[in-house]
């Protein structure tokens, strides 16, 4: 073989070479990206994770704070913190490689949505009781100054029959009132047995008071007394 054909011979060698070196080199390459591609999108999901995690927590902290305490902001940063959950989770199951993942999370966003249909309808409820509890209030306050005034009247009227049944009903009625916050606050069942024994004892005060003979100058304020109680029983918790 002449020196030409070497030498054409071994250029070409080397340019063999060199094109096998740029298509591993381009093969290692595209491998090594696709390979970091993949990190990005598991490291990204993984800090979705995180922040649903925590975005979860506050959705769980915000519930019980307006549950507890009826903070409006807190209903609001309720719904603000849910919404944000599903839509991460709406982003990772967009960006997960793996199939199970991804129906991982779009069953999660089902469930995220609804647990906050049962939230709501938590919310309308604290709300409803809240309404219920200022009427029972305002009730309340009406019926321990109708009281008031027939116990001043009784002893201005100096009937000793008449002012000890006022006192004992002046008396009475603060034991309903006690017995019915009372019920609220510990949510005790026994609570509700109790205070409607209370509400009877003070019916059956109102109606001796009634039959009193020295008492029938305050028939209007007793009947009064009697619409009220009835109002305060009719806006206590159900039995």
Same mark, same amino acid.
């Given at each position: 073989?002449?020196?030409?054909?070497?030498?054409?011979? &071994?250029?070409?060698? #080397?340019? =063999?070479?060199? +094109?096998?070196?740029?298509?591993?080199?381009?093969?290692?390459?595209?491998?090594?990206?696709?390979?970091?591609?993949?990190?990005?999108? =598991?490291?990204?999901?993984?800090?979705?994770?995180?922040?649903?995690?925590?975005?979860?927590?506050?959705?769980?902290? @915000?519930?019980?704070?307006?549950?507890?305490?009826?903070?409006?902001?807190?209903?609001?940063?309720?719904?603000?913190?849910?919404?944000?959950?599903?839509?991460?989770?709406?982003?990772?199951?967009?960006?997960?490689?793996?199939?199970?993942?991804?129906?991982?999370?779009?069953? =999660?966003?089902?469930?995220?949505?609804?647990?906050?249909?049962?939230?709501?309808?938590?919310?309308?409820?604290?709300?409803?009781?809240?309404?219920?509890?200022?009427?029972?209030?305002?009730?309340?306050?009406?019926?321990?100054?109708?009281?008031?005034?027939? +116990?001043?009247?009784?002893? @201005?009227?100096?009937?000793?029959?008449?002012?000890? =049944?006022?006192?004992?009903?002046?008396?009475?009625? #603060?034991?309903?009132? +006690?017995?019915?916050?009372?019920?609220?606050?510990?949510?005790? /069942?026994?609570?509700?047995?109790?205070?409607?024994?209370?509400? &009877?004892?003070?019916?059956?005060?109102?109606?001796?008071?009634?039959?009193?003979? &020295?008492?029938?100058?305050?028939?209007?304020?007793?009947?009064?007394?009697?619409?009220?109680?009835?109002?305060?029983?009719? &806006?206590? /918790?159900?039995?």
């Amino acid at each position: 073989m002449s020196i030409k054909s070497k030498l054409y011979a &071994g250029f070409g060698l #080397l340019v =063999l070479i060199a +094109v096998a070196l740029g298509v591993y080199a381009i093969t290692e390459f595209s491998g090594i990206r696709t390979n970091v591609a993949k990190m990005n999108a =598991l490291a990204e999901n993984t800090t979705r994770v995180f922040q649903i995690e925590h975005d979860l927590e506050r959705v769980r902290r @915000s519930a019980l704070r307006f549950t507890y305490d009826h903070d409006q902001e807190a209903a609001k940063e309720n719904g603000e913190f849910a919404n944000r959950v599903v839509a991460t989770l709406r982003d990772a199951a967009q960006a997960t490689l793996s199939d199970e993942r991804r129906k991982l999370y779009n069953g =999660l966003q089902a469930d995220v949505a609804a647990n906050q249909t049962m939230t709501q309808s938590l919310f309308d409820t604290v709300k409803k009781m809240e309404a219920e509890q200022e009427k029972l209030h305002d009730t309340g306050n009406a019926l321990t100054d109708t009281t008031t005034t027939i +116990v001043a009247k009784a002893r @201005s009227g100096g009937d000793e029959e008449v002012i000890a =049944l006022g006192d004992k009903l002046y008396g009475q009625l #603060l034991a309903v009132r +006690v017995a019915n916050w009372r019920t609220q606050a510990t949510l005790d /069942p026994k609570g509700l047995a109790i205070l409607a024994s209370e509400v &009877g004892k003070a019916a059956e005060m109102i109606a001796a008071l009634e039959a009193a003979g &020295g008492a029938q100058s305050m028939r209007a304020r007793v009947g009064q007394l009697k619409v009220s109680l009835n109002d305060y029983a009719n &806006g206590m /918790p159900a039995t």
